[in-house]
């Protein structure tokens, strides 16, 4: 316990008050796990941290949105329904909405990532909305879960059709490479660095062409590959980007 103690701990420790933005109450020991980034579970001797709740969290969230968008476009086909939900699902609106909760004032954080800034990163801040959903539906069971999610993501969701023609470039190239008779879209992500400075290169094939088509650095996995999609895109089609943007 001593050596938990000289953690860093979060600026906001008013739970209750977090609750209540969030929109359903979690018990206070899931809540704090849901709260613990692995740099802090290390630090303080191999503590659980919140990346399963964040798995379970990832997936209530992409069968809901899936239905959600399912029904307000019914002309919309599946190409353009995957867009969507990616462009509304990835890091950059998950990380907005818990901005706008406040959400990384509560976050536990180890030294390391506490002092780099980790409490304002996108990627530490959209795990962590997730893993939130993931002790959501563990409490309450899908239908809570449900609503707090379109509560949230509602703002995201108005501009669901826009942001998905525009920012899920794995979809988009997976169609270009199509529709140009290639082969199928892989990806080679390694990670590197310690778990406050953790960065992940991402690169992107395409079957029967020679060399990555595109390559990227982020602190994230997932937004790792899309931009290297994106770069890829532009590698193979430097106009692609621009003839998909919305006028």
Known sequence: MAKRSKLPQP??????????????????DLLRLALTHRSYANEAGGLPNNERLEFLGDSVLSIVIAERLFHDY????ESELSRMR?????????????????????????KGEHLSGGRTKASIL???????????????????AQKVILTHLAPMLDQAF??????????????????QGWGE????????????????TAQVFIEGREGPQGM????????????????????????????????
């Open 86 to 110: 990616a462009a509304t699902v990835s890091q950059t609106p998950l990380a907005q909405a818990a901005r706008t909760l406040g959400l990384g004032d509560y976050i536990f954080l180890g």
């Open 126 to 144: 959209s795990d962590t909305f997730e893993a939130l959903l993931g002790a959501t539906y563990l409490t309450h069971g899908f239908e809570v």
């Open 185 to 200: 879209v892989s990806y080679v992500v390694t990670g590197e660095g310690p778990d406050h400075m953790r960065t992940f």
């Open 11 to 28: 600026p906001a420790e008013d739970l209750d008050a977090l609750m209540a933005l969030w929109g359903a109450a979690i018990p206070e």
């Open 216 to 247: 990227a650095l982020d602190t994230s996995k997932k937004h790792a590959e899309n931009l290297a999609a994106r770069a890829a895109l532009l590698a193979l089609e430097p106009d692609f980007i621009r003839t998909q943007s919305p006028s």
């Open 74 to 77: 019914p002309q919309s086909s």
């Open 162 to 179: 826009v942001r998905g023609q525009t920012q899920d470039w794995k979809t988009s190239l997976i169609e270009y490479s199509r529709a």
